[in-house]
């Protein structure tokens, strides 16, 4: 069935779910829509969509639309949410979920209230780095998961969202009131949610935040560098450097008790897989490893962050026609738990030590 959908935010990131959905043989895009009439009409006219609203409610209640694909900021995440869940929508929508953990709350219950499928767009364990790495885990390749990290950097201060805020249109993301809080709602839920997915679903119980506003003197709202020291339920901790002051390579490590694995790059959507493993590499890595390098023999496209949106999309689409959500489809519950992350690591921040994390647990795994 043709999946008929709109787009609320016609930005920087609504491009990437609308090439996703003009490409995929079972969506159509039917309409945008964006409080800047120029933002709407250049999406409509890239995309060849047919109507356009600078009013995003209007699109809300367009009764032919199935489902919407909400690229705002995130202030008006919840309230777009759970209007469009009002209006019988599915809904996908972008991260962060939320602006704070009682707004994903109420999200998770209108959710789970309805039947609609909803996704969320923490992409990354669409990268074939975190596919193998989770393969190779589940496989037993380096034995009981001890330690975690994952380390990156990138200066945004030369970005003119920073240099020069009341120029670009886009420096919502340096406005804690509309982004929710700095880098750890902008960049960390990503990576917070890889390592969740590669894991397992692993729950995390605690974390232990440094969080720094290093330039804290043009924009004291929004912090800008951060450690977090997690304690997951495995047993084993996690650890995140994530800023956006210093400049350095993308590095992700997991320690077990036989071996060790590496995903490095120069960036989040670069990664390649290596290390030694004493345990049992599954029979398919095994015989795609390149020297030192562990690869899943499928061929990846050059684009890799416009693929992982293909995957998403191609997700979204097909739990609205099966009725029933993706396995591997980021959902609401993992969102939600995010949030909860996030919002102890601000506690933890203000506070020092380490602060317990509100968990919940997904439908499925609660039974087992
Ligand atoms: N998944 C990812 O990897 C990823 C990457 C970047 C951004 N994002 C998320 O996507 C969302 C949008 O980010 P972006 O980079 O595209 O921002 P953007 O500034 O490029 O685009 C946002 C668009 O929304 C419009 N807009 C703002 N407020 C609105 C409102 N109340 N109603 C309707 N339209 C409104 C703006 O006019 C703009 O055209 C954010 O939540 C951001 O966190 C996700």
Redesign the pocket.
Known sequence: MTVRCGI???????DMHAKALSHHVDAEIMAC????QK?AQQTAVRFSIPQIYTN?RELLHNGDLDAVVI????K?HAEYFLEALAEGKHVLI???LAMNLAEADRMVDATMAGNRIVGV?L?HRYLPAYRILRDMIRGGAIGRIMHSRISLGCDMYNDTRFRAPDED??S?LVDRDVAGGGILM?SSV?FLSAISYVLDNVHIKSVDAKIRRLHGEAFPDIEDDIDLRMELASESEFVLHDSWVANQPFQVDFTGDHGRLTASGPNWSCLKVSGICLGTVPDSYAKNMNGTEFRDGKSHRSDISQSCFDCLIADFIQSINQGVPAVDMPNIIHARNMQAVIDAAYRSGVKGGAEAIHWQFEAAREAQ
Do not use: F, Q, T, Y
């Open positions: 609320i935010g016609c930005g920087v990131i609504s829509a964006d409080l800047v933002a995003p690229c705002v900021p995130p008006w972008e991260k962060p767009a992409i249109p886009r919502w902008s990503h």
